[in-house]
């Protein structure tokens, strides 16, 4: 695959990486986990250059982390670009949004917190440090200079090489970068979500810092796999979001209908064009696509060559705005 940088100092990664999340939270709870299907997947991302590999600790809590511990054993660890996350809570959050907006779940970027927070990450993940650690949420409670000088210790005592923010602005990664500099910023940006591309990734793009876009597939649904609300499994998070909704995701099925049309004109699959729309938004944007199946791995790995026209990236940028908002 086609490598990259996470911005101007950090390492070399494949130009799509990998989000764990799905593998044990969030996504299709009900369906029976098959772990030895998931570590395939990691392995399988290795060997494509899809080297960065998502995680946090939040995520299970700490089952995500064991998984991908698990997966990178047996000497596949130096062959991988682990990101991890701190600094949401789950205990407190159980009828929250379990993967994304602040909203009114519990944050935790205490200080004291943050550096013991990454010896557990370490222990579950097998390693004696990370690559990426990322301040999944700024806690509102906590000024962010002391998060991020919690998180800049971590890099001095060797636990983490780079660290990253999550879903913030433009002026907090100021407020940050005057402490310790910002490798990368990971926030939600996909053809239905596309907030980031006012300020923060034209900021990011100025100071050479990398956007690693989550749910780059819109949680699935640019894909064209969901047609109706029954798609989703029972207790599947996806069923809480508006955008899911029955009505919202009738009249949201354009856009994927528009997606699909323009892959048919590509040659490539929906999720090939959602993936290389990112790309060409930037030379350190990294999309981390989510998934826990061979065929969608190797789909998504594929997206790294596909080449869009400037009618067909034109079409893309004119897309109509969803119905429903993201949380
Ligand atoms: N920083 C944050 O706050 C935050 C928030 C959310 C997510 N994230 C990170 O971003 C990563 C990706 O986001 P996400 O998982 O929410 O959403 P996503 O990548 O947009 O979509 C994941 C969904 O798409 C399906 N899928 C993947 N590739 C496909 C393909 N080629 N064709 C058809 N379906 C496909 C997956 O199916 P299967 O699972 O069935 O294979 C899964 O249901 C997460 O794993 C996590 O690491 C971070």
Redesign the pocket.
């Known amino acids: 695959m086609r490598t990259t940088t996470l911005g101007s100092e950090g390492p070399g990664v494949g130009v799509i990486g ?6 044990t939270f ?3 709870m009900e369906t029976p986990r098959d772990e030895a299907t998931s570590i395939a997947v990691i392995h399988q991302a290795l060997d494509l250059g899809m080297t960065l590999i ?3 600790d939040v ?1 299970g809590p700490h089952t995500n982390e064991e998984l991908v511990g698990r997966a990178l054993a047996g000497g596949q660890r130096d062959r991988a670009v682990v990101a991890t ?1 701190v600094g ?1 809570v789950r205990d407190s959050v159980e009828t929250a949004d379990p ?2 907006s602040a909203g009114d779940r519990a944050l935790d970027g205490r200080p004291e917190y943050i550096r013991a927070s990454i010896d557990g990450s370490l222990r579950r993940l097998g390693t004696d440090h990370v690559d990426l650690y ?1 301040l ?2 700024v806690d509102p409670q906590v000024p962010l200079e002391e998060s991020w000088g919690a998180m800049a210790q971590t890099v001095a005592a060797g636990k983490a090489r780079y660290i990253g923010l ?2 913030v602005t433009a002026d907090e990664i100021k407020r940050a970068q005057a402490v310790h500099p910002v490798t990368s910023v ?3 940006l ?1 053809l239905w979500t596309r907030d980031a591309l006012t300020a923060v990734l034209p900021y990011c793009q100025e100071q050479g810092i990398a956007f690693l876009p ?12 969901f047609s109706s609300v029954d798609d989703l499994p029972q207790d599947d998070f996806r069923r809480a979001l508006p955008r899911f909704q029955r009505d919202a995701l009738q009249a949201n099925l354009a856009i994927a209908g528009r997606v699909r049309d323009i892959a048919e004109q590509a040659g490539a ?4 064009v959602a993936l290389a729309w990112l790309l060409a938004q930037g030379p350190h944007v990294v ?7 061979p ?3 190797a ?2 790995a594929g997206a790294a060559d596909v080449e869009l026209s400037h009618a067909q990236l034109a079409e893309l940028d004119a897309l109509p705005a969803p119905q429903g908002a993201r949380y």
């Open positions: 990998l989000g764990c999340m799905g593998m969030s996504y299709d998502d995680t946090a995520y996350k949401i993967s994304g990322q999944h949420r999550s879903e990971q926030s939600e996909s989550f749910s780059p597939l819109g949680r699935g649904f640019l894909t064209g796999r699959t929906p999720a090939q999309p981390i696509p989510g998934t826990k199946t065929k969608y791995l789909d998504n």
